[in-house]
Nanobody, 115 residues
Framework: VQLVESGGGLVQPGGSLRLSCAASGFTFNYYAMKWYRQAPGKERELVATINSGGDSTNYDDSVKGRFTISRDNARSTVYLQMNSLKPEDTAVYSC?????????WGKGTLVTVSS
C-alpha cells in the first residue's frame, strides 16, 4: 500500500489549496479515506473522512464549511479542497486508510498559511 500526498505549499490567509493523495497497492474503492493534520507542537487531528463510495463525508468542526473532501475512484485519488485558509490551518496534512487490518499513512504535505 502506498499513499502519496501532493499540493501543499505557502498560501496567504484567505487563500485556497487543493491537496491530492494518490493511492496504490489496494482496491481503492473498497475503503474509506481520511485526511489528518499535525501542527507544530500539537497532536495529530482528524480533519475529514469520506466513505468508499464518496457519498458520505464528515468534517472536524474547525474546517466545516471551508474544506471539502472528495475522491475519484477511477484515479485512486482522494482530494482535500481547502478554502478560506487561516494561519491555524498550518500543518502537515496526511492521508490515511485502514486496509488488510492495518493502518496506512502517507508521508504528508506541508501547508503553511502566512502573510
Amino acid at each position: 500500500v502506498q499513499l502519496v500526498e501532493s499540493g501543499g505549499g505557502l498560501v496567504q490567509p484567505g487563500g485556497s489549496l487543493r491537496l491530492s493523495c494518490a493511492a496504490s497497492g489496494f482496491t481503492f474503492n473498497y475503503y474509506a479515506m481520511k485526511w489528518y493534520r499535525q501542527a507544530p507542537g500539537k497532536e495529530r487531528e482528524l480533519v475529514a473522512t469520506i466513505n468508499s463510495g464518496g457519498d458520505s463525508t464528515n468534517y472536524d468542526d474547525s474546517v466545516k464549511g471551508r474544506f471539502t473532501i472528495s475522491r475519484d475512484n477511477a484515479r485512486s485519488t482522494v482530494y482535500l479542497q481547502m478554502n478560506s485558509l487561516k494561519p491555524e490551518d498550518t500543518a502537515v496534512y496526511s492521508c490515511y486508510t485502514r486496509a488488510f487490518s492495518t493502518n496506512f499513512w502517507g508521508k504528508g504535505t506541508l501547508v503553511t498559511v502566512s502573510s
